[in-house]
């Protein structure tokens, strides 16, 4: 009688809804928090991929023959439409990640229960390495991206959903959009073994229309010619795609070590441009369930195609560990597993008992709330107050268009190392400095912190970050 009262509340009836409307809610304050206050600035790695962005020319194909090369066309057209302004620079990836959530909430209704694609994506969305991934502009995201809308495409053409040629054609566009990110070819590779291979998957493909599948195969084979092309005037770019480290032989005990750094070395985690490890022990514990879980349904195709993507991602990935954003899916998934796995197996002890059934989700939550709080907290104070982390990011694109003014600071000296990077900010600029590697004769004129320690005079103003090393950026200087 108390179950049935129970169920009628509207809350209840709508108890998903209200909690996927709150995750998606939540999801864009994360985002709109990790694009322009945690961690702020460009790494290393940003600066460098700021500088070929600003490079890109459709008409010079040297330009464009690079990985990813969809994305960072996008990044070119936001900082031409937007500026030379972080928030630019890192608003493709902002938008990737928004699209990647909502596929990822699409994707675990269709492979798990409710309850458990809620959880999951909660835990997602809050886990530090993807709020990292979400603001980067190395192209990072499209990690996640692709292997999500494809999986989830791929999906609704194997099962009965609606709207089955919506999704074919989606799922036809991104496959191909799929190859020009490193390593996408391997999970391209996995989903086609299963239709090879899986009775269901052959039975889907047999009872579609030749002229729909030739159709569907030229608008695929559109996509990929250009790549095709780009690869054939610059083979290196196979190798990349394909993963192959740049060095070799690799060494594999480095690889391992780091890969060992990455996931599971809790006992000593490491500050840099990435906290390590990326997830924490309950995640990873959750995870190895997930492990555990596929090996007792590998007889669906889902589970087919998960298994053979990460068999084919592992040897990759420990020759050359650069790539581990990549694990990010399929490591949720196993996450969803191990957390389905769980809350059946507590199910399956008590039956008909609903007060245990009861009493299980309180560890549930507990286990669940500390994960969300764990990795919001590992996000939030050790990308913004770990010093060595906050130190990893440069501030100077924010502090150059507050400060450096072409009617006021009509010239910039910096090193010649330098030079590249702030004749790519300039490019943007209607009335850019001039950028120089020596000092002027006279005039007003700025210099960036390397630049000015061979400059012999006294500056009328030093431009500051909020950080506690390394804070003087720019040097004010009238001769």
Request: net charge positive.
């Amino acid at each position: 009688m108390a179950k049935m009262l129970f169920t009628k509340f509207l809350t209840y009836r709508f108890r998903y809804q209200i909690g996927y409307s709150l995750v998606v809610l939540i999801f864009i304050a994360l985002l709109v928090v990790a694009g322009l206050f945690v961690p702020g600035g460009l790494s290393t790695d940003e600066q460098t991929q700021f500088i070929h962005t600003a490079s890109i020319d459709l008409q010079d194909v040297e330009t464009i023959s690079i990985p990813n090369m969809p994305f960072f066309v996008m990044q070119r057209i936001s900082m031409e439409y937007f500026g030379p302004t972080e928030l630019a620079f890192k608003l493709p990836s902002l938008v990737a990640a928004f699209f990647a959530g909502i596929g990822a909430v699409f994707l675990l209704r269709r492979w798990f229960r409710p309850n458990i694609a809620l959880l999951a994506t909660i835990i997602m969305v809050t886990t530090g390495q993807f709020l990292f991934i979400a603001q980067t502009g190395t192209g990072a995201i499209t990690y996640i991206l692709w292997p999500i809308w494809l999986l989830l495409a791929a999906t609704m053409i194997t099962s009965s959903a609606h709207y089955k040629r919506f999704w074919k054609l989606l799922f036809f566009i991104i496959l191909p959009l799929s190859l020009y990110t490193p390593l996408g070819i391997y999970l391209a590779f996995a989903i086609c073994s299963a239709g090879l291979l899986h009775p269901h998957v052959r039975y889907v493909l047999k009872q579609m229309p030749p002229p729909h599948l030739t159709l569907l195969s030229l608008i695929s084979v559109s996509i990929i010619t250009p790549l095709v092309y780009l690869v054939f005037i610059h083979p290196p770019l196979l190798l990349t795609l394909l993963g192959v480290p740049a060095t070799w032989p690799p060494d594999v005990w480095i690889n391992l070590q780091i890969l060992s750094q990455q996931y599971f070395n809790f006992i000593s985690p490491q500050s840099g441009a990435l906290i390590t490890p990326v997830l924490g022990l309950g995640s990873i514990v959750l995870i190895l369930l997930g492990i555990w879980q596929q090996f007792t349904i590998r007889y669906t195709a889902r589970s087919y195609t998960l298994v053979a993507w990460i068999l084919l991602l592992v040897p990759v990935l420990v020759i050359n560990p650069e790539f581990a954003s990549i694990a990010f899916v399929p490591l949720l998934l196993l996450l969803a597993s191990g957390l389905s796995y769980l809350l059946r197996f507590w199910y399956g002890m008590f039956p008909l008992n609903p007060y245990a059934r009861f009493v299980g989700i309180i560890p549930l939550t507990i286990l669940v709330g500390g994960l969300v709080i764990s990795g919001l907290g590992r996000y939030f104070d050790g990308y913004r107050y770990d010093p060595i982390t906050a130190s990893s990011f440069s501030h100077d694109i924010s502090l150059y268009n507050e400060h450096i003014d072409s009617k006021n600071v009509s010239k910039l000296v910096v090193t010649v190392s330098e030079r590249p990077f702030y004749l790519a900010l300039v490019r943007y600029d209607d009335t850019p400095p001039l950028i120089l590697s020596v000092v002027p004769s006279s005039g007003t004129f700025a210099a960036t912190r390397a630049a000015h320690k061979k400059i012999d005079l006294t500056p009328t103003k030093i431009i500051t970050t909020a950080t506690s090393e390394d804070a003087d950026r720019f040097y004010i200087y009238k001769k």
